[in-house]
Structures are given as C-alpha cells and as structure tokens.
C-alpha cells in the first residue's frame, strides 16, 4: 500500500540527548514537510525540502535539523538545543504544489 | 505572511444536525486543504479546493478566492465526525487553528 510512515509512534528522551525521528513515504513524492503541532494549536512548519539534497528552513527551525539524501526518507533530528521539544510531530509529502499527505506522527515527550 | 483565520473556534452539535466551517485568509492563495484530525491525531485529507466546489457524501466545501474564504459544509452531522478541523493554505501550508467539533449522540 502507498503512504506515509512514521516511527515510532511514541518516544520519550532524557533532556540534553538528541533524538531522530523517522519519515518515510512511498508516493513517489517531491516534496516532503515537516511540522510540529503543540495541545490545543494549529500546525507549524520546521523544515520542508522539494527535492532530494535540499531543504529549506520552515517558521520555527531553530534547534531542529533534516536530511534527504533519498527521496523516500526524511528524518527530523530533535537536537539538545531545542528549548521545548516535547510535542507531536507531523510528516507530509506531496507532489510538488499540490495537496500534502500526512503520516500517522510522532509523540515525542523529553524530561 | 498570509494570515489563516478559522470559525468558529469550537462547535457543539447534536447528531444529525448541520454545520458550517469558516477560514477566512489574508492574501491570494494558489493551494487550499480542509482536514479532519482525528483524535488520535491522524490528519485526514477532505478536500483540496483552491477554488470552486467539491463534494463528497456528507460533506463539501467551496471556496471564493477573489474573497478570500472557503466554507466546509458538514450534513447529518456522526458521533465520528467529531475532531478538529483544520484549514491550511499555500505549498508551505499555512494553518488555521482550527475548529473543535463535537457532536452529541
């Protein structure tokens, strides 16, 4: 079956470790996002990339950092520097400016 | 940036009633989504709709670009159409914050 996958569904670290969080799509899609959503709000873009060996920085960067050596793969790390990193993590792809599709995403809760 | 605004922000409903969801944006946009986040937090496409009108069972959507807004109908209202519904606009994706539905049985 075509779609997205995220892994894993929850994840809990110990403040001041990084942490990487898997993206894979199988749509054969351009593009690949990704966002963090926090309790009660709408979605913020982190990073976004249209094309493999490249990506932009989205609104809220900072403390983040992405790779797309594949088209199919588009990990998210979560580094130390990211002041409040717990949160729920949202993947997307689409063809090139069209309609994006979510994965299933990433609970991630750092103490 | 363009500014994404939803209502209303929350909506209380009886099953089987009908609803209408508004997002009002600031600037021409070429892409526009309505999703339904479920509560287990899954992001469900409903409608791609830059322009015009779509429809799809119970639910449908039109939007007006030259006034900047689209509307997201929803008809004989499910216990399982219960969520948040989100509007998002542009390749980037812009989102509202989104409208909190709930329906009664």
């Known amino acids: 079956d075509g779609g997205i996958t995220q892994s894993p569904k929850y994840l809990f670290r110990k403040e001041g470790q990084n942490v990487t969080l898997s993206c894979e799509q199988n749509?054969?899609?351009?593009?690949m996002y990704w966002y963090r959503q926090d309790p009660g709000q709408g979605l913020r873009l982190i990073y976004y990339s249209q094309i493999v060996n490249d990506f932009q920085k989205g609104d809220i960067a900072e403390g983040y950092s992405v790779s797309r050596e594949k088209k199919e793969s588009f990990p998210l790390t979560v580094t130390s520097a990211q002041k409040n990193p717990t949160a729920f993590y949202l993947c997307a792809s689409s063809r090139s400016g069209w309609e994006q599709y979510f994965g299933p995403g990433t609970r991630l809760t750092v103490t | 940036g363009i500014q994404v605004e939803q209502s209303p922000p929350d909506l209380i409903l009886q099953e089987g009633a009908n609803s209408t969801l508004r997002c009002n944006f600031s600037?021409?946009?070429?892409?526009l989504q309505w999703f339904h986040q479920n509560p287990w937090g899954q992001l469900i496409n409903l409608f791609y709709?830059?322009?015009g009108t779509k429809q799809n069972g119970r639910l449908s959507a039109t939007t007006v670009a030259t006034e900047r807004y689209s509307l997201l109908y929803i008809s004989s209202s499910q216990t399982t159409d219960s969520g948040v519904y989100f509007c998002a606009v542009e390749d980037k994706i812009i989102f509202g914050k989104g409208t909190r539905l709930h329906i009664l049985p």
């Open positions: 749509l054969n899609h351009d593009a």
């Open positions: 600037d021409s946009v070429n892409n």
């Open positions: 709709i830059p322009s």
